[in-house]
């Protein structure tokens, strides 16, 4: 007991101050087209039925006033496999389609339902349910993507520009712009600028903020959520870095802290944790 205490107040603080570092290690890294796409340089706001100056300007503009299927049938995206630009629908006209706009590529969320989607491609094209994938990202992050997660590729596609998303209004962060002292202790380079900020205002929405419901959803992770269905078999394990766990039993943290969970005999629910 006294073990799984100690765990419960120190994987959160691990896993916040790792967020910190990955945060100051990524800007570095990151290839220049990885996240520059998650925040648009200028952003504006159009209420529905109001027109916007912006709206016929060069900006990337936020407007809840088209309907979905307009939007999904008239934006363009990128198809992985020829490189072309087409409607998100062309060539599933007449069709029940199931369309997932996901974030980032990169973003967990992103895999996490990518890896539910494929295990039931089968019985999606049972229900003759077309499938598809509209991520924010470049071509070769897609194919990579569609691999990882085993998600056929022709149901794949990409928006570099994250403008489908804007235009329908989705949580696109605080939007905050780097601050002076660290724009200044970084490149000059307008392209490791562009990735400071977009990391930035990705870990922000990681947190909660101008991304509603995030932290409902890190909540019920931890706390468990009855009515949603058990994730981890008796039988699984799962490695993560120092974190080992045993089905639903067993964990072990560190090397020398080991515990049981105490509700490891309980089945039929998501555990906590266990998301």
């Known amino acids: 007991r006294k073990a799984e205490w100690i765990a419960s107040v120190v994987m959160p603080l691990w896993r916040t101050t790792h967020t910190l570092i990955l945060l100051v290690a990524c800007v570095a890294v990151t290839p220049t087209d990885a996240f520059a796409p ?3 340089t200028s952003v504006s706001t159009c209420r529905p039925g109001r027109q916007h100056s912006a709206c016929s300007s060069g900006q990337v503009v936020r407007c809840s006033a088209r309907p979905v299927s307009e939007v999904l049938g008239t934006s363009e995206v990128l198809d992985p496999r020829s490189g072309t630009s087409a409607p998100i629908l062309a060539g599933l006209e007449g069709k029940r389609t199931l369309v997932v706009l996901a974030p980032q590529l990169g973003d967990f969320d992103s895999a996490e ?3 539910q989607l494929a295990a039931v491609t089968n019985d999606l094209a049972a229900a003759d349910i077309s499938l598809r994938f509209v991520g924010i ?25 994250g403008k489908t998303h804007a ?11 780097v601050p002076g002292w660290l724009a200044n202790a970084l490149p000059s380079d307008a392209a490791v600028q562009a990735r400071a900020r977009a ?15 995030t932290l409902r959803e890190i909540l019920r ?15 699984s394990i799962v490695e993560a870095g120092p974190i080992r766990i045993m089905g639903t039993r067993r964990v072990k943290l560190f090397g020398p802290i080991e515990y049981d969970q105490s509700w490891k005999d309980e089945r039929g629910y998501q555990r906590p944790v266990e998301l």
Not at 143 to 161: G, K, Q, T, Y
Not at 167 to 177: E, I, K, S, T, Y
Request: overall charge negative; glycine content about 12%.
């Open 38 to 40: 998650l925040l648009p």
């Open 113 to 115: 339902y990518a890896e």
């Open 137 to 161: 990202g470049e071509a070769g992050a897609a194919e990579r993507f569609a691999s990882f997660n085993s998600l056929p590729i022709e149901c794949m596609r990409v928006d570099p520009s």
């Open 167 to 177: 235009q329908l209004d989705l949580h696109a962060g605080p939007d905050w712009d």
């Open 199 to 213: 990391w930035m205002n990705y870990m922000a929405m990681c947190a909660g903020l101008g991304s509603r419901g």
């Open 221 to 235: 992770g931890y706390i468990g959520d009855k009515n949603a269905p058990e994730r981890l078999a008796p039988d």
